[in-house]
């Protein structure tokens, strides 16, 4: 007994070390190319929905790249959790880093045609887990092409577009606030004009900065990303939303000015002092030698930085998250993925030189100020053969686990099926639920609850995740034994009160009629700028 007990357990070994092997040998490929989030949460860097070279919806795809540990951007070793993701397919949400510990990816709106989207979603890293929750308060509009900026807990997600057939471009500034899960409104008063896809940052002053985007739905840019239809907004001013004072106010900017531009990126500088945009649509550049610029916050002057390094090929649509002494850019519409990168690093740490490298040091230099933090742990600079080693062991523990799991199941079967009257109903509004786990793992979203008495009601939608093995996303455990007490359930019709003016997937005749229009428009479109020789690309396609 105790022989083939043995010849099972260097079996299994085997089979470990081939997953293992597999799952390092085999790097995820994303297909995502721009309109997607990415959010910067526990030194991950999460990327989440958009669309691919096609300009189709990525679908499910969810991944992240650990920049715990040094890389080089030639040889991304990307993380799949694309099984774990509940989301419908979506584009040009907002996204940020919010919640209790300041530890969950908050998403907001996006453009969808999968009328059963929520307004908002949480995923906790901790347990790998999608959340839809109850948010007190008005429950607004869905709005896109708008960035999330959080402060103290606060998500300020002002103006974007709606998603409606004709897309309008909302004046509000709308506050989720995700500790407390409640939506509020901000001050309009001498609020710019709405717009979407503007650069936007919060500065050290408790201010956000927005600046250009756009407000005219018919831009198109060519193969350089000119913008040569419709207009772009003006960079001369930039606006402050002064947060403590709930106001606005507006500065005239000087110095070179960038062209008129949108879809472009946005971060502070490490010092605090400065804002740096990458990229973008732009009008009659002014300055062709660049898509870098800099503006000085105590003046107000917008300068060229000195770069050095190999610059990369503009792009549009992209995202910027300031991670450690880098700009990190993510995809974005505009370069060749054979040839380049789908990260670019600017190294920020010298204010008077930026550097374009393609090897991240996740060590933070002492000489700028943390504005940012990597807590660069040591302890996840993992060697292989650690990991590996810590798999197995893992491995073990697991299977224990499982076993445990399944008498306790046994055991506790009974009381289960009791009690879940309300997740049931609300799991059974989600799309594709093979598998998942004991609901335990979001015990700290429920105890997120917001304050709001009468509220029976205000219980957030856990929406179940499935087992996964952390040290290879791909895999999906599937245990009856943990799952048996939830039957799929087919969707019933439910009522929500969050599909204003969503773009529905049943289309009336009047919609059909619209979509004909949009495409005859199209065509005619694309024939006039082939006529011109001139293609335009439609940044809402
Ligand atoms: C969470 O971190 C972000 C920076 O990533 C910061 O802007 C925000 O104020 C923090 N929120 C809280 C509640 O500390
Ligand atoms: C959440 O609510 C509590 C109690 O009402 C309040 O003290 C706290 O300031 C709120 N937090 C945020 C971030 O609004
Ligand atoms: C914003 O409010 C603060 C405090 O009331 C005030 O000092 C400041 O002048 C206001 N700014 C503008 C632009 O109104
Ligand atoms: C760091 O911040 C302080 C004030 O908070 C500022 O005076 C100083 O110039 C900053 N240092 C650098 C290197 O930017
Ligand atoms: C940064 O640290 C190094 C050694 O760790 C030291 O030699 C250097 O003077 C420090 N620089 C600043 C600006 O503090
Ligand atoms: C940056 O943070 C580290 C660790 O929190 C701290 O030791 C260091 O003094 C900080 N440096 C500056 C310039 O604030």
């Known amino acids: 007994m105790s022989k083939s007990f043995l010849g099972c357990f260097i079996l299994w070994i085997l089979f470990q ?66 099984n774990i993701n509940m989301l419908p397919p979506h584009s040009s949400a907002a996204s940020v880093k919010g919640g209790v510990n300041n530890d969950t990816l908050f998403l907001y709106g996006g453009i969808t045609n999968d009328q059963t989207m929520a307004l908002v979603y949480t995923f906790d890293p901790q347990s790998n887990s999608w959340a839809i929750p109850k948010i ?62 503007y650069g936007a940052a919060l500065l050290p002053n408790n201010n956000i900065i927005y600046i250009g985007g756009y407000d005219d739905i018919t831009v198109g840019f060519n193969d350089n990303l000119y913008i040569n239809k419709g207009n772009a907004l003006t960079l001369i001013e ?94 974005g519409y505009g370069y060749d993925q054979s040839i380049e990168s789908d990260i670019l690093l600017l190294d920020i740490s010298n204010n008077e030189e930026y550097v374009w490298t393609t090897t991240f040091d996740p060590t933070i230099p002492n000489n700028t100020n943390n504005t940012t933090s990597t807590s660069s742990s040591s302890s996840n600079s993992s060697n292989n053969t650690g990991a590996i080693v810590g798999s197995l062991f893992g491995g073990i523990l697991f299977s224990f686990g499982v076993y445990l799991l399944y008498k306790w199941n046994k055991n506790k079967k009974k009381q289960k099926d009791e009690g879940y009257g309300q997740e049931e109903r609300t799991i059974s509004t989600t799309k594709n639920i093979h598998n998942y786990v004991n609901n335990n793992y979001n015990n700290h979203e429920i105890t997120q ?56 997937s049943t289309l009336d005749n009047d919609k059909l009629q619209i979509f004909k229009d949009e495409i005859l428009q199209a065509v005619d479109q694309k024939l006039k700028n082939f006529n011109n020789s001139n293609i335009t690309r439609n940044d809402e396609s």
């Open 136 to 197: 007190a308060g008005v429950n607004p509009f869905r709005k896109a092409r708008l960035t999330g900026v959080n402060h103290d807990g606060k998500m300020y997600l002002w103006s974007g577009t709606t998603i409606l057939d004709n897309y309008v471009f909302v004046n509000d500034m709308l506050i989720l606030d995700t500790i407390n899960l409640s939506w509020g409104k901000g001050s309009l008063v001498n609020a710019p004009t709405p717009r979407g896809h």
């Open 17 to 82: 070390l081939l997953i293992e092997v597999n799952c390092q040998m085999t790097p995820f490929k994303p297909n995502v190319l721009y309109k997607h989030t990415a959010t910067f949460v526990d030194n991950k860097l999460y990327i989440l929905g958009g669309k691919d070279i096609n300009e189709n919806y990525v679908g499910k795809e969810f991944f992240y790249l650990d920049v715990s540990v040094p890389f080089n951007t030639q040889n991304l070793l990307w993380q799949d959790l694309s």
């Open 449 to 504: 609850v917001p304050i709001n008495g009468n509220s029976t009601n205000n219980k957030p939608i856990i929406i179940p995740t499935p087992v996964i093995n952390k040290n290879c996303g791909q895999e999906i455990i599937h245990d009856e034994n943990t799952t048996n007490h939830e039957p799929i359930i087919p969707a019933p019709e439910v009522n929500r009160n969050y599909n204003h003016g969503e773009v529905t």
């Open 238 to 331: 930039v606006y402050m939303y002064d947060i403590m004072n709930d106001n606005w106010s507006t500065k005239m900017t000087t110095g070179n000015i960038p062209s008129n531009r949108a879809d472009f990126s946005t971060v502070l500088g490490l010092d605090g002092q400065r804002i740096i945009i990458f990229g973008g649509g732009f009008i009659n550049p002014g300055y062709l030698d660049t898509t870098l610029y800099e503006l000085d916050l105590i003046n107000f002057v917008w300068t060229i930085p000195k770069v050095t390094g190999k610059i990369p090929t503009p792009r549009i649509l992209h995202k910027a998250n300031v991670i450690g002494k880098y700009m990190v850019i993510s995809f």
